[in-house]
Nanobody
Framework: VQLVASGGRVVQPGGSLRLSCAASGFTFGSYYMSWVRHAPGKGLEWVSDINSGGGNTYYVDSVKGRFTISRDNAKNTLYLQMNSLKPEDTALYYC?????WGRGEYDYWGQGTQVTVSS
């Protein structure tokens, strides 16, 4: 199993980014997937979930209306579209495979991609 996250960079407040997570080594379309972030000086924070088929999505309150999680099961890829970025969104963003159908039990993690929101 391999998860490779990409797309992070430095962006100004109010800007947008799209993160990607390329999955391999398992049947991607059979699993819930999540984005989790780790901000400097803080603990891990769950950001968003998407169910296996992509029809159901869930978000932490702080990103609702700004972030959109999606997936392309044909391409084995998970996405996070991030709009109206704020400095408090600065973090290392991880994609993770949820083995528990949305209960937050992650068994595989990507390496993380750094998002920095700064003017």
């Amino acid at each position: 199993v391999q998860l490779v996250a990409s797309g992070g960079r430095v962006v100004q407040p109010g800007g947008s980014l799209r993160l990607s997570c390329a999955a391999s080594g398992f049947t991607f379309g059979s699993y819930y997937m999540s984005w989790v972030r780790h901000a400097p000086g803080k603990g891990l924070e769950w950001v968003s979930d998407i169910n296996s088929g992509g029809g159901n999505t869930y978000y932490v309150d702080s990103v609702k209306g700004r972030f959109t999680i999606s997936r392309d099961n044909a391409k084995n890829t998970l996405y996070l579209q991030m709009n109206s970025l704020k400095p408090e969104d600065t973090a290392l963003y991880y994609c993770a495979r949820d083995q528990s159908w949305g209960r937050g039990e992650y068994d595989y993690w990507g390496q993380g991609t750094q998002v920095t929101v700064s003017s």
